[in-house]
C-alpha cells in the first residue's frame, strides 16, 4: 500500500508524507509485522498543490470576460453546446437571448471608451443580478453585445426574464445623450426558444436569436423580440 499521507504538527505546519507498507515477516523468529516507510515530500507536494490552483485559476480566467467578469464567447459557446444535446434528449425548450446595448459606439464616442468601458461593467452587473437560477448563463458574446442562456425555459419565460432586464437598466439610469431613443442607456434583445432536434446544430438557435435582435432593432430598439418556431 502506497499513499500520501498528511500530519499536522504542533506548531501548527503540515507535513507530508509518502508512505509505503508492506507485510513483513522475520525469518529468525517468525514474527509476522508491516513494513511502513516514510518520505518527508511536502516541498514537492506543496509545490504540485500551487502548481494545480494555478492551472485551475487559469483555467477558470479562459472562460471569464476580463473586464465584465461575466462569461466569455468561449464559455457560451462551450455551455450551449453541452445544453443543446441535453435538452434535445430530453425534449425540452431551451432559450437563447442575444442583448445590444443601444447606440453605443456613440456611447464611446462621447464620453470616451474608459467610460464605455465602467457602463459596460454595470450593463454586465444587471444582467447577472437578473438571472435567479444557477443554471442560467449570461456571456459578453463581443463588444457591446450579450448572450444569454436560459435552460429549460419558453418563449413566455423568456419574456419575462427580457422584461426585468430592460426594467433593471433602465434603474441603472446611465446618462447616454448620443442616445437617438432615451436620455439613458437602453438594451435591444432577440430571443429564441426552442426544443433542440438531433439533426439541427447550436449555431440555429443563435442565428435566430440574432435575427430577432435585428427585428427589434429594426422596430425601433429599447425592446424585444421572439422569434417563432414551430416548437416556441
Request: proline fraction near 2%; charged fraction near 25%.
Given at each position: ?32 509485522g ?23 485559476e ?18 457560451f ?19 437563447v437571448?442575444?442583448c ?36 442560467d448563463?449570461?456571456?459578453r ?13 419558453s418563449g ?7 422584461d ?6 433602465a ?21 429564441a ?35 417563432h418556431?414551430?416548437?416556441?
Amino acid at each position: 500500500m502506497r499513499y500520501i499521507d498528511r500530519v499536522y504538527n504542533i506548531s501548527g505546519e503540515d507535513t507530508w508524507y509518502d508512505v509505503v507498507k508492506s507485510p513483513f515477516r522475520d525469518i529468525a523468529s517468525g514474527t509476522n509485522g508491516v513494513l511502513v516507510m516514510a518520505r518527508d515530500v511536502s516541498e514537492r507536494y506543496i509545490a504540485a498543490q500551487k502548481l494545480q490552483e494555478v492551472n485551475e485559476e487559469l483555467e477558470r480566467l479562459s472562460f471569464v470576460d476580463s473586464l465584465t467578469q461575466v462569461a466569455n464567447r468561449r464559455k457560451f459557446d462551450e455551455r450551449l453546446d453541452t445544453l443543446w444535446h441535453l435538452h434535445a434528449r430530453e425534449k425540452k425548450v431551451l432559450t437563447v437571448m442575444l442583448c445590444d446595448i443601444d447606440y453605443f459606439k456613440g456611447y464611446n464616442d462621447f464620453y470616451g471608451h474608459q467610460q464605455g468601458d465602467e457602463a459596460l461593467i454595470n450593463v454586465a452587473k444587471a444582467f447577472e443580478e437578473v438571472l435567479s437560477r444557477s443554471s442560467d448563463c449570461v456571456a459578453r458574446y463581443g463588444g457591446e453585445e450579450f448572450a444569454f442562456i436560459l435552460p429549460n425555459t419558453s418563449g413566455d419565460g423568456a419574456k419575462a426574464v427580457a422584461d426585468k432586464v430592460h426594467q433593471r437598466i433602465a434603474e441603472l439610469a446611465i446618462e447616454h445623450k448620443k442616445s437617438q431613443i432615451s436620455d439613458s442607456i437602453t438594451v435591444s434583445i432577440g430571443v429564441a426558444s426552442y426544443i433542440p432536434l438531433q439533426d439541427d446544430t447550436p449555431e440555429s438557435i443563435v442565428a435566430w436569436a440574432d435575427s430577432a435582435l435585428y427585428q427589434a432593432k429594426a422596430n425601433g430598439r429599447n425592446q424585444t423580440c421572439l422569434h417563432h418556431t414551430s416548437s416556441n
